[in-house]
Nanobody, 128 residues
Framework: QVQLVESGGGLVQDGGSLRLSCAAS????????LGWFRQAPGMEYELVGA????????????YYSDSVKGRFTISRDNAKNTVYLQMNSLKPEDTAVYYC?????????????????WGQGTQVTVSS
């Protein structure tokens, strides 16, 4: 079993920044993908970013959706077993509940059903 705990959401003005954290604990996998999804009211889940690693090596299959590319960055702190989503130049359309999700995937997938473990979600609200 894997536990994912998110933090870092909040209210920010248009153009502002936030950093979300996803702390993982529990079972480890040799090959693992962690994705950041978001869901805006009335909308489907959207994969905004994902990373994959083998063991402790980030193998570089980093994905960003077109809607966030150049503004969002994923990073990882191995010592803390935490993955971050740095969000810059936030826009009102980024307003959503953000989730981190993990699964024993060799590469990212936008299909939320392929991720076995989910955080509780954190609200991000960008005011205009």
């Amino acid at each position: 079993q894997v536990q994912l705990v998110e933090s870092g959401g909040g209210l920010v003005q248009d153009g502002g920044s936030l950093r979300l954290s996803c702390a993982a604990s529990g079972r480890t996998f040799n090959r693992y993908t962690l994705g950041w999804f978001r869901q805006a009211p009335g909308m489907e889940y959207e994969l905004v970013g994902a990373i994959t690693w083998v063991g402790n090596t980030w193998i570089g299959n980093t994905y960003y959706s077109d809607s966030v590319k150049g503004r969002f960055t994923i990073s990882r702190d191995n010592a803390k077993n935490t993955v971050y989503l740095q969000m810059n130049s936030l826009k009102p359309e980024d307003t959503a509940v953000y989730y981190c999700a993990g699964g024993a995937l060799s590469i990212y997938s936008s299909d939320k059903g392929r991720y076995d473990y989910w955080g509780q979600g954190t609200q991000v609200t960008v005011s205009s």
